[in-house]
């Protein structure tokens, strides 16, 4: 079985741009042209993007290097620890909706710190597989269509991850722990 899937993912690719090329030969679309027109078009949507991401990317930053991070976890920690949150992975929870190479990052670091089969391990790579990077998605989204008023889009992403943290405390206290 794993041949076989290692296979498809091998050829997914180049039979599904094959089965595109082949298509629009039949329909006698001017596949070249049409590729160029839609890089032209992809080109312009990352300039309209890149003020967004600049912003995002800097406020990270700023985020992370002030301190904020760590007096943020500070202050939910008693609430954490109720929970059974382990403080090891609150940073990973708090970084998930920011940032994705920030919070793959943070994962990758508890789980050669704690090891995959732990319980920190457990509920770090579960709760990056519950939850979005909800601002990096908004800003991209949003930017790309010129979307100013994205307030409750924002509160409604950010409570869907907070279920998301729950539900994966839940399923790795509840089947692994």
């Known amino acids: ?82 929970l059974g949150f382990p403080k090891e992975v609150l940073p990973l929870a708090l970084m998930r909706p920011i940032s994705g190479s920030g919070s793959l990052a943070l994962l990758t670091q508890v789980l050669e710190t704690y090891g995959p089969d732990s319980f920190p391990g457990r509920l770090a790579a579960t709760l990056m597989g519950s939850t979005e990077t909800t601002l990096y998605v908004l800003t991209v989204y949003a930017g790309s269509i010129g979307l100013k008023k994205t307030k409750h889009t924002l509160i409604t992403s950010l409570i869907a991850d907070f279920a998301g943290f729950l539900a994966s405390l839940y399923v790795v206290l509840r089947f692994f722990a």
């Open 1 to 82: 079985m794993t041949v076989i899937i290692q296979t498809l993912s091998r050829w997914a690719i180049p039979l599904l741009l094959l089965g595109i090329t082949t298509w629009g030969i039949s329909y006698r679309v001017p596949i070249y042209e049409s590729f160029v027109e839609g890089a032209k078009e992809g080109w312009q949507t990352s300039l309209r993007l890149l003020p967004y991401l600049v912003g995002m990317l800097v406020s990270i930053q700023v985020f992370q290097h002030t301190g904020a991070l760590q007096r943020l976890i500070m202050v939910l920690s008693p609430l954490t620890d109720w």
